[in-house]
Protein backbone atom coordinates (compact mmCIF):
# COMPACT_ATOMS: atom_id res chain seq x y z
CA UNK A 1 0.00 0.00 0.00
CA UNK A 2 1.16 3.62 -0.91
CA UNK A 3 2.58 5.33 2.01
CA UNK A 4 0.49 8.24 1.61
CA UNK A 5 -2.59 5.95 1.38
CA UNK A 6 -1.89 4.36 4.56
CA UNK A 7 -1.35 8.06 6.16
CA UNK A 8 -4.70 8.65 4.75
CA UNK A 9 -6.57 6.25 6.49
CA UNK A 10 -4.72 7.08 9.56
CA UNK A 11 -6.15 10.60 9.29
CA UNK A 12 -9.89 9.40 8.76
CA UNK A 13 -9.81 7.19 11.77
CA UNK A 14 -9.49 10.58 13.94
CA UNK A 15 -12.25 12.32 11.67
CA UNK A 16 -14.84 10.36 13.02
CA UNK A 17 -18.43 11.10 12.09
CA UNK A 18 -21.78 9.87 13.40
CA UNK A 19 -25.10 10.89 14.24
CA UNK A 20 -25.41 12.27 17.65
CA UNK A 21 -28.97 11.10 19.65
CA UNK A 22 -29.87 14.60 21.37
CA UNK A 23 -32.69 13.27 23.49
CA UNK A 24 -33.87 13.78 26.86
CA UNK A 25 -35.28 11.90 29.18
CA UNK A 26 -32.87 8.69 27.96
CA UNK A 27 -31.56 7.82 31.26
CA UNK A 28 -34.75 8.43 32.70
CA UNK A 29 -34.85 11.87 33.80
CA UNK A 30 -38.45 13.81 33.68
CA UNK A 31 -38.25 16.86 32.35
CA UNK A 32 -39.65 20.01 34.57
CA UNK A 33 -42.97 20.31 34.89
CA UNK A 34 -45.00 23.50 33.97
CA UNK A 35 -45.14 23.80 38.05
CA UNK A 36 -41.41 24.54 38.26
CA UNK A 37 -42.06 26.91 35.06
CA UNK A 38 -40.31 26.73 31.24
CA UNK A 39 -37.69 25.43 30.58
CA UNK A 40 -34.96 28.62 29.46
CA UNK A 41 -33.18 28.37 26.12
CA UNK A 42 -29.36 28.20 26.27
CA UNK A 43 -26.79 28.28 23.26
CA UNK A 44 -23.65 26.46 23.82
CA UNK A 45 -20.76 25.38 21.40
CA UNK A 46 -18.87 22.39 21.79
CA UNK A 47 -14.82 22.86 21.78
CA UNK A 48 -14.41 20.76 18.57
CA UNK A 49 -17.30 20.46 15.65
CA UNK A 50 -16.02 16.45 15.02
CA UNK A 51 -18.21 14.18 17.90
CA UNK A 52 -15.66 13.37 20.33
CA UNK A 53 -17.05 12.35 23.86
CA UNK A 54 -14.50 12.89 26.04
CA UNK A 55 -14.89 16.84 25.01
CA UNK A 56 -18.60 17.17 23.84
CA UNK A 57 -19.84 17.84 27.56
CA UNK A 58 -23.41 19.65 26.28
CA UNK A 59 -23.99 16.90 24.22
CA UNK A 60 -23.16 13.97 26.15
CA UNK A 61 -25.40 15.74 28.86
CA UNK A 62 -28.03 16.29 26.28
CA UNK A 63 -28.03 12.49 25.75
CA UNK A 64 -28.28 11.92 29.71
CA UNK A 65 -31.37 14.16 30.05
CA UNK A 66 -29.89 16.66 32.11
CA UNK A 67 -30.42 19.93 30.47
CA UNK A 68 -33.86 19.10 30.99
CA UNK A 69 -33.82 18.08 34.17
CA UNK A 70 -32.04 21.44 35.35
CA UNK A 71 -34.98 23.60 33.25
CA UNK A 72 -32.94 23.95 30.70
CA UNK A 73 -33.08 23.56 26.84
CA UNK A 74 -30.02 23.24 24.47
CA UNK A 75 -29.26 24.87 21.45
CA UNK A 76 -26.23 23.71 20.45
CA UNK A 77 -23.85 26.91 18.76
CA UNK A 78 -22.30 27.04 15.54
CA UNK A 79 -20.07 24.45 14.07
CA UNK A 80 -16.65 26.12 13.94
CA UNK A 81 -13.11 25.34 12.94
CA UNK A 82 -10.08 25.79 14.95
CA UNK A 83 -9.70 25.52 18.49
CA UNK A 84 -10.66 27.81 22.03
CA UNK A 85 -9.43 31.27 20.48
CA UNK A 86 -12.28 30.97 18.01
CA UNK A 87 -14.29 29.97 20.75
CA UNK A 88 -13.95 32.74 22.62
CA UNK A 89 -14.17 34.84 19.70
CA UNK A 90 -18.00 33.49 18.81
CA UNK A 91 -18.71 34.54 22.74
CA UNK A 92 -17.52 37.76 22.84
CA UNK A 93 -19.44 38.68 19.86
CA UNK A 94 -22.38 36.78 20.96
CA UNK A 95 -22.31 34.23 18.62
CA UNK A 96 -23.08 31.81 21.45
CA UNK A 97 -23.96 32.37 25.23
CA UNK A 98 -21.05 29.96 26.77
CA UNK A 99 -18.74 27.98 24.70
CA UNK A 100 -15.92 25.13 25.76
CA UNK A 101 -12.66 26.24 25.21
CA UNK A 102 -9.31 25.61 26.41
CA UNK A 103 -8.29 27.88 29.01
CA UNK A 104 -4.97 29.61 26.96
CA UNK A 105 -7.31 30.85 24.88
CA UNK A 106 -9.11 32.98 27.57
CA UNK A 107 -6.37 34.22 28.84
CA UNK A 108 -5.89 35.85 25.78
CA UNK A 109 -9.02 37.08 25.48
CA UNK A 110 -9.33 38.89 29.03
CA UNK A 111 -5.56 40.11 28.90
CA UNK A 112 -6.56 41.97 25.38
CA UNK A 113 -9.50 43.30 27.34
CA UNK A 114 -12.43 40.72 26.18
CA UNK A 115 -15.33 41.33 29.19
CA UNK A 116 -15.32 37.20 29.75
CA UNK A 117 -15.50 35.12 32.61
CA UNK A 118 -15.26 31.38 33.20
CA UNK A 119 -18.34 30.04 34.52
CA UNK A 120 -16.39 26.64 35.62
CA UNK A 121 -13.46 24.26 34.86
CA UNK A 122 -14.77 20.83 32.89
CA UNK A 123 -10.71 19.41 33.27
CA UNK A 124 -9.61 20.12 36.40
CA UNK A 125 -6.01 18.41 35.67
CA UNK A 126 -4.74 18.11 32.30
CA UNK A 127 -4.49 14.87 31.84
CA UNK A 128 -2.56 13.11 28.76
CA UNK A 129 -1.00 10.38 26.70
CA UNK A 130 3.06 10.82 26.01
CA UNK A 131 4.04 8.58 23.30
CA UNK A 132 7.02 8.06 21.84
CA UNK A 133 8.81 5.69 18.82
CA UNK A 134 9.62 2.29 20.48
CA UNK A 135 13.38 2.82 20.59
CA UNK A 136 13.12 5.47 23.36
CA UNK A 137 12.21 3.29 26.44
CA UNK A 138 11.86 6.74 29.03
CA UNK A 139 11.73 10.16 28.86
CA UNK A 140 15.26 10.25 29.99
CA UNK A 141 16.07 8.41 26.86
CA UNK A 142 14.15 11.17 24.70
CA UNK A 143 15.72 14.02 26.00
CA UNK A 144 16.55 16.36 23.42
CA UNK A 145 14.06 14.93 20.59
CA UNK A 146 10.86 16.61 19.69
CA UNK A 147 8.17 16.44 20.79
CA UNK A 148 4.60 17.10 18.71
CA UNK A 149 2.15 19.07 20.29
CA UNK A 150 -1.17 20.60 19.10
CA UNK A 151 0.52 24.22 19.00
CA UNK A 152 3.25 26.24 21.14
CA UNK A 153 0.74 28.66 22.39
CA UNK A 154 -1.98 26.42 23.29
CA UNK A 155 -2.40 24.69 26.18
CA UNK A 156 -1.28 20.89 25.20
CA UNK A 157 2.30 22.44 24.88
CA UNK A 158 1.77 24.45 28.73
CA UNK A 159 0.49 20.60 29.69
CA UNK A 160 3.47 19.32 28.09
CA UNK A 161 6.45 21.44 29.54
CA UNK A 162 4.80 21.28 33.07
CA UNK A 163 4.75 17.86 32.79
CA UNK A 164 8.10 17.37 31.95
CA UNK A 165 9.16 20.12 34.83
CA UNK A 166 7.39 17.65 37.24
CA UNK A 167 9.13 14.49 36.20
CA UNK A 168 12.75 16.83 36.64
CA UNK A 169 13.63 17.44 33.54
CA UNK A 170 14.33 21.49 32.46
CA UNK A 171 11.92 23.31 29.99
CA UNK A 172 14.06 23.59 27.51
CA UNK A 173 15.29 19.49 27.86
CA UNK A 174 12.55 18.75 24.85
CA UNK A 175 11.69 20.76 21.60
CA UNK A 176 8.33 21.14 20.91
CA UNK A 177 6.62 21.40 17.40
CA UNK A 178 3.38 22.34 16.58
CA UNK A 179 1.45 20.02 14.59
CA UNK A 180 -2.23 21.61 14.51
CA UNK A 181 -5.21 19.12 14.42
CA UNK A 182 -6.46 16.12 16.48
CA UNK A 183 -4.44 13.42 17.64
CA UNK A 184 -4.15 11.69 13.81
CA UNK A 185 -1.46 14.27 12.66
CA UNK A 186 0.55 13.85 15.65
CA UNK A 187 0.47 10.26 15.40
CA UNK A 188 1.60 10.93 11.58
CA UNK A 189 4.26 12.64 12.49
CA UNK A 190 5.54 9.99 14.83
CA UNK A 191 5.11 7.81 11.67
CA UNK A 192 7.10 9.93 9.17
CA UNK A 193 9.75 10.97 11.71
CA UNK A 194 9.01 14.14 12.12
CA UNK A 195 8.83 14.11 15.95
CA UNK A 196 10.04 11.53 18.06
CA UNK A 197 7.56 12.15 20.64
CA UNK A 198 3.62 13.01 21.02
CA UNK A 199 0.68 14.32 23.28
CA UNK A 200 -2.15 11.89 22.81
CA UNK A 201 -5.59 11.94 24.07
CA UNK A 202 -6.76 8.99 25.61
CA UNK A 203 -9.61 8.30 23.09
CA UNK A 204 -6.83 9.44 20.57
CA UNK A 205 -4.09 6.85 21.45
CA UNK A 206 -7.55 4.25 22.27
CA UNK A 207 -8.95 4.89 18.65
CA UNK A 208 -4.66 4.21 16.91
CA UNK A 209 -4.11 1.26 19.30
CA UNK A 210 -7.43 -0.24 18.05
CA UNK A 211 -6.31 0.02 13.89
CA UNK A 212 -3.26 -1.38 14.94
CA UNK A 213 -1.16 1.75 14.14
CA UNK A 214 0.86 1.70 17.04
CA UNK A 215 3.34 -0.57 16.38
CA UNK A 216 6.30 1.78 15.90
CA UNK A 217 4.99 3.93 19.00
CA UNK A 218 4.58 3.24 22.44
CA UNK A 219 3.05 4.84 25.28
CA UNK A 220 5.99 6.36 27.82
CA UNK A 221 4.02 8.45 30.61
CA UNK A 222 -0.18 6.86 30.49
CA UNK A 223 -0.84 9.78 32.76
CA UNK A 224 0.49 13.20 32.57
CA UNK A 225 -1.93 14.15 35.71
CA UNK A 226 0.62 12.21 37.89
CA UNK A 227 3.28 14.50 37.51
CA UNK A 228 1.40 18.02 37.77
CA UNK A 229 -0.39 19.71 39.88
CA UNK A 230 -3.81 20.78 39.19
CA UNK A 231 -4.34 22.22 35.95
CA UNK A 232 -7.49 23.48 34.81
CA UNK A 233 -7.53 23.26 31.16
CA UNK A 234 -11.13 22.76 29.28
CA UNK A 235 -13.59 25.70 30.94
CA UNK A 236 -17.03 26.56 30.22
CA UNK A 237 -16.49 30.85 28.98
CA UNK A 238 -19.55 33.49 28.64
CA UNK A 239 -19.46 37.20 28.69
CA UNK A 240 -19.57 39.38 32.00
CA UNK A 241 -22.75 40.92 30.93
CA UNK A 242 -24.46 37.59 29.70
CA UNK A 243 -23.70 35.90 33.33
CA UNK A 244 -25.42 39.38 34.89
CA UNK A 245 -28.50 39.45 32.95
CA UNK A 246 -29.03 35.35 33.15
CA UNK A 247 -27.97 34.63 36.52
CA UNK A 248 -30.27 31.53 37.30
CA UNK A 249 -29.96 30.64 33.77
CA UNK A 250 -26.27 30.30 34.39
CA UNK A 251 -26.36 28.62 37.45
CA UNK A 252 -28.63 26.04 36.36
CA UNK A 253 -26.37 25.10 33.57
CA UNK A 254 -23.41 25.10 36.26
CA UNK A 255 -25.70 22.14 37.92
CA UNK A 256 -26.34 20.45 34.60
CA UNK A 257 -22.57 20.17 34.03
CA UNK A 258 -21.69 19.02 37.78
CA UNK A 259 -24.16 16.54 37.50
CA UNK A 260 -22.86 15.22 34.85
CA UNK A 261 -19.39 15.09 36.04
CA UNK A 262 -20.70 13.71 38.76
CA UNK A 263 -22.37 10.85 37.19
CA UNK A 264 -19.18 10.01 34.97
CA UNK A 265 -17.16 9.94 38.05
CA UNK A 266 -19.25 7.77 39.89
CA UNK A 267 -20.49 5.49 37.08
CA UNK A 268 -19.27 3.87 33.88
CA UNK A 269 -21.81 3.74 32.07
CA UNK A 270 -23.41 7.28 32.80
CA UNK A 271 -19.95 8.25 30.11
CA UNK A 272 -20.04 5.51 28.19
CA UNK A 273 -23.64 4.60 26.85
CA UNK A 274 -24.11 8.19 25.41
CA UNK A 275 -20.44 8.14 23.96
CA UNK A 276 -21.84 4.92 21.83
CA UNK A 277 -24.00 7.04 20.29
CA UNK A 278 -21.89 10.11 19.31
CA UNK A 279 -19.12 7.64 18.51
CA UNK A 280 -20.91 5.20 16.54
CA UNK A 281 -18.71 5.21 13.81
CA UNK A 282 -15.53 4.69 15.41
CA UNK A 283 -14.79 1.54 15.91
CA UNK A 284 -14.51 1.05 19.60
CA UNK A 285 -16.91 -0.95 21.12
CA UNK A 286 -18.11 -0.37 25.10
CA UNK A 287 -15.64 -2.53 26.27
CA UNK A 288 -13.15 -0.19 24.69
CA UNK A 289 -14.80 2.74 25.94
CA UNK A 290 -15.12 1.62 29.17
CA UNK A 291 -11.24 1.32 28.94
CA UNK A 292 -11.09 4.69 28.39
CA UNK A 293 -13.58 6.21 30.68
CA UNK A 294 -11.04 4.49 32.93
CA UNK A 295 -8.03 6.59 31.75
CA UNK A 296 -10.08 9.54 32.27
CA UNK A 297 -11.29 8.88 35.91
CA UNK A 298 -7.85 7.87 37.00
CA UNK A 299 -6.09 11.05 35.80
CA UNK A 300 -8.97 13.54 37.17
CA UNK A 301 -10.43 14.47 33.86
CA UNK A 302 -13.64 14.75 35.94
CA UNK A 303 -15.10 18.07 37.34
CA UNK A 304 -17.09 17.50 40.29
CA UNK A 305 -16.83 20.40 41.97
CA UNK A 306 -16.61 22.73 39.20
CA UNK A 307 -12.49 22.67 38.98
CA UNK A 308 -12.00 26.42 40.25
CA UNK A 309 -8.61 26.18 41.85
CA UNK A 310 -7.14 29.62 42.45
CA UNK A 311 -3.62 28.70 43.43
CA UNK A 312 -3.20 25.97 40.22
CA UNK A 313 -4.71 28.72 37.85
CA UNK A 314 -1.80 31.12 39.33
CA UNK A 315 0.68 28.38 38.27
CA UNK A 316 0.05 27.80 34.46
CA UNK A 317 -0.72 32.03 34.75
CA UNK A 318 2.62 32.41 35.53
CA UNK A 319 3.85 30.51 32.85
CA UNK A 320 1.82 31.86 30.15
CA UNK A 321 3.46 35.12 31.09
CA UNK A 322 6.55 33.55 30.98
CA UNK A 323 6.38 31.67 28.08
CA UNK A 324 4.32 34.59 26.03
CA UNK A 325 7.24 36.70 27.53
CA UNK A 326 4.56 39.17 28.92
CA UNK A 327 3.72 40.63 32.34
CA UNK A 328 0.25 41.07 33.80
CA UNK A 329 -2.12 43.91 33.20
CA UNK A 330 -5.11 46.12 34.16
CA UNK A 331 -6.85 43.17 32.71
CA UNK A 332 -5.33 39.64 33.57
CA UNK A 333 -3.14 40.14 36.88
CA UNK A 334 -4.51 37.20 39.58
CA UNK A 335 -7.20 34.25 39.03
CA UNK A 336 -9.83 35.84 40.38
CA UNK A 337 -9.75 38.46 37.02
CA UNK A 338 -10.82 35.00 35.13
CA UNK A 339 -13.56 33.47 37.37
CA UNK A 340 -17.15 34.97 38.31
CA UNK A 341 -17.79 32.05 41.02
CA UNK A 342 -21.48 33.47 41.40
CA UNK A 343 -23.32 30.62 39.69
CA UNK A 344 -20.97 27.81 40.83
CA UNK A 345 -21.05 28.97 44.30
CA UNK A 346 -24.58 29.24 43.91
CA UNK A 347 -24.59 25.35 42.61
CA UNK A 348 -22.34 24.19 45.22
CA UNK A 349 -24.48 25.49 47.99
CA UNK A 350 -27.10 23.91 46.43
CA UNK A 351 -25.30 20.80 45.51
CA UNK A 352 -22.86 20.21 48.31
CA UNK A 353 -19.18 19.67 47.85
CA UNK A 354 -17.25 15.70 47.15
CA UNK A 355 -14.65 13.96 46.92
CA UNK A 356 -12.90 13.47 43.48
CA UNK A 357 -10.76 11.04 42.20
CA UNK A 358 -8.58 9.52 44.57
CA UNK A 359 -5.86 10.93 45.26
CA UNK A 360 -6.46 13.99 42.62
CA UNK A 361 -9.37 16.00 44.50
CA UNK A 362 -10.60 18.45 42.60
CA UNK A 363 -11.01 20.84 45.64
CA UNK A 364 -12.19 24.74 44.90
CA UNK A 365 -10.12 26.16 47.06
CA UNK A 366 -11.45 29.80 46.93
CA UNK A 367 -15.47 27.84 48.42
CA UNK A 368 -13.68 28.58 51.98
CA UNK A 369 -14.33 25.45 55.23
CA UNK A 370 -16.93 23.95 53.06
CA UNK A 371 -14.03 23.05 50.63
CA UNK A 372 -11.91 21.76 53.38
CA UNK A 373 -14.59 19.88 54.65
CA UNK A 374 -15.05 17.91 51.77
CA UNK A 375 -16.66 14.63 51.79
Known sequence: MPRVNLLQRRTAIFLVSGSVALMTGAF???P???AQGAPSPIKATE???TPNPSLAYNTMAQAMGLFAKHGLVLQLGPKLGGGGPVRVQAVTTGSTDVATSDIISVFGGIYSGAKLKILMVMTPYGDEEIWALNKFKSMQDAVGQSWAVASLGGAQRFNAQMTAEGMGFKSDAFRFIPIPGADGPRLQAMDTGRTQLATLSHLGAALAAAKGYTKQVHVLIPHTAKYTSPIPRIVIVAREDWIK???AVATHYVETMLDA???WENHASTWVTPA???????G???QQLKAAWQLFRDGGYFSVNGGINYAATQKIMDLFFKLRNESSNQYLSKPSDVYDTGPLRAALDKMGVVKGTPSLPDVPDWYGSK???AK
Open 47 to 49: LIP
Open 32 to 34: VNA
Open 371 to 373: AAA
Open 261 to 263: GRQ
Open 284 to 286: LDA
Open 245 to 247: SHE
Open 276 to 282: QKIFANS
Open 28 to 30: GVA
